[in-house]
Nanobody
Framework: QMKLVESGGGLVQAGGSLRLSCTTS????????MNWYRQAPGKQRELVAG???????NVADSVKGRFTISRDDGGNTVYLQMNGLKPEDTGVYYC??????????????WGQGTQVTVSS
Protein backbone atom coordinates (compact mmCIF):
# COMPACT_ATOMS: atom_id res chain seq x y z
CA GLN A 1 0.00 0.00 0.00
CA MET A 2 0.97 3.59 -0.47
CA LYS A 3 2.36 5.30 2.61
CA LEU A 4 1.95 8.96 3.48
CA VAL A 5 3.77 10.72 6.30
CA GLU A 6 2.93 14.25 7.46
CA SER A 7 5.22 16.56 9.38
CA GLY A 8 5.59 20.23 10.28
CA GLY A 9 2.78 20.75 12.76
CA GLY A 10 3.26 22.48 16.07
CA LEU A 11 2.20 25.27 18.40
CA VAL A 12 2.22 28.80 17.02
CA GLN A 13 0.75 32.15 18.01
CA ALA A 14 -1.96 33.82 15.95
CA GLY A 15 -0.46 35.51 12.93
CA GLY A 16 2.38 33.03 12.68
CA SER A 17 3.25 30.59 9.92
CA LEU A 18 3.83 26.87 9.51
CA ARG A 19 4.70 24.69 6.55
CA LEU A 20 3.33 21.17 6.53
CA SER A 21 4.96 18.43 4.48
CA CYS A 22 3.55 15.17 3.17
CA THR A 23 5.97 12.59 1.83
CA THR A 24 4.56 9.75 -0.27
CA SER A 25 5.94 6.35 -1.23
CA UNK A 26 5.55 7.11 -4.95
CA UNK A 27 5.98 10.08 -7.23
CA UNK A 28 3.18 12.63 -6.90
CA UNK A 29 3.00 12.70 -10.69
CA UNK A 30 1.63 9.15 -10.47
CA UNK A 31 -1.17 10.19 -8.07
CA UNK A 32 -4.31 11.76 -9.50
CA UNK A 33 -4.86 14.22 -6.67
CA MET A 34 -3.18 15.18 -3.40
CA ASN A 35 -5.26 16.85 -0.72
CA TRP A 36 -4.91 18.38 2.71
CA TYR A 37 -7.79 17.92 5.14
CA ARG A 38 -8.16 19.09 8.70
CA GLN A 39 -10.36 18.16 11.62
CA ALA A 40 -10.93 20.16 14.79
CA PRO A 41 -12.17 18.45 17.96
CA GLY A 42 -15.89 17.75 17.67
CA LYS A 43 -15.97 19.03 14.08
CA GLN A 44 -16.38 17.41 10.69
CA ARG A 45 -13.28 16.77 8.62
CA GLU A 46 -12.97 19.41 5.92
CA LEU A 47 -11.00 19.77 2.73
CA VAL A 48 -8.46 22.58 3.05
CA ALA A 49 -6.58 22.40 -0.24
CA GLY A 50 -6.01 20.08 -3.17
CA UNK A 51 -3.70 19.73 -6.15
CA UNK A 52 -4.11 17.52 -9.21
CA UNK A 53 -1.19 15.76 -10.87
CA UNK A 54 -1.25 18.36 -13.64
CA UNK A 55 -1.10 21.35 -11.33
CA UNK A 56 -4.70 22.45 -10.80
CA UNK A 57 -5.07 23.70 -7.24
CA ASN A 58 -7.93 24.70 -4.99
CA VAL A 59 -8.19 26.01 -1.45
CA ALA A 60 -11.13 26.42 0.89
CA ASP A 61 -12.70 29.86 1.10
CA SER A 62 -11.78 30.06 4.78
CA VAL A 63 -8.06 29.93 3.98
CA LYS A 64 -7.89 31.79 0.66
CA GLY A 65 -5.04 34.25 0.64
CA ARG A 66 -3.38 32.55 3.60
CA PHE A 67 -2.72 28.91 2.62
CA THR A 68 -0.92 27.62 -0.46
CA ILE A 69 -0.54 24.03 -1.64
CA SER A 70 2.52 23.13 -3.69
CA ARG A 71 4.74 20.22 -4.64
CA ASP A 72 8.41 19.48 -4.58
CA ASP A 73 9.75 19.08 -8.10
CA GLY A 74 11.71 16.15 -6.71
CA GLY A 75 8.44 14.29 -7.06
CA ASN A 76 7.28 12.79 -3.78
CA THR A 77 6.45 15.65 -1.40
CA VAL A 78 3.50 18.02 -1.21
CA TYR A 79 3.44 21.08 1.03
CA LEU A 80 0.86 23.25 2.72
CA GLN A 81 2.23 26.71 3.47
CA MET A 82 0.08 28.33 6.15
CA ASN A 83 0.46 32.05 6.82
CA GLY A 84 -1.54 34.39 9.00
CA LEU A 85 -2.69 31.51 11.19
CA LYS A 86 -5.80 31.98 13.31
CA PRO A 87 -7.02 30.05 16.36
CA GLU A 88 -9.82 28.59 14.23
CA ASP A 89 -7.15 26.90 12.10
CA THR A 90 -6.37 24.61 15.03
CA GLY A 91 -6.83 20.93 14.30
CA VAL A 92 -5.24 17.74 13.03
CA TYR A 93 -4.13 18.08 9.43
CA TYR A 94 -4.19 14.99 7.22
CA CYS A 95 -2.57 14.30 3.89
CA UNK A 96 -4.70 12.37 1.39
CA UNK A 97 -3.83 10.67 -1.89
CA UNK A 98 -6.65 9.86 -4.30
CA UNK A 99 -6.47 8.11 -7.64
CA UNK A 100 -6.89 4.91 -9.64
CA UNK A 101 -4.92 1.69 -9.32
CA UNK A 102 -3.88 -0.67 -12.13
CA UNK A 103 -7.33 -2.29 -12.10
CA UNK A 104 -9.01 1.14 -12.41
CA UNK A 105 -10.33 1.00 -8.86
CA UNK A 106 -10.45 4.22 -6.90
CA UNK A 107 -8.15 4.48 -3.91
CA UNK A 108 -7.74 6.80 -0.95
CA UNK A 109 -4.72 6.73 1.33
CA TRP A 110 -4.29 8.81 4.45
CA GLY A 111 -1.44 9.88 6.65
CA GLN A 112 -1.63 9.68 10.42
CA GLY A 113 -2.01 13.43 10.79
CA THR A 114 -0.03 16.27 12.30
CA GLN A 115 -1.34 18.55 15.03
CA VAL A 116 -1.55 22.30 14.44
CA THR A 117 -2.39 24.48 17.43
CA VAL A 118 -2.78 28.24 17.10
CA SER A 119 -2.97 30.27 20.30
CA SER A 120 -4.50 33.72 20.65
Amino acid sequence: QMKLVESGGGLVQAGGSLRLSCTTSKDISSINKMNWYRQAPGKQRELVAGRTYNGITNVADSVKGRFTISRDDGGNTVYLQMNGLKPEDTGVYYCNAHGLDSQWNEYDFWGQGTQVTVSS
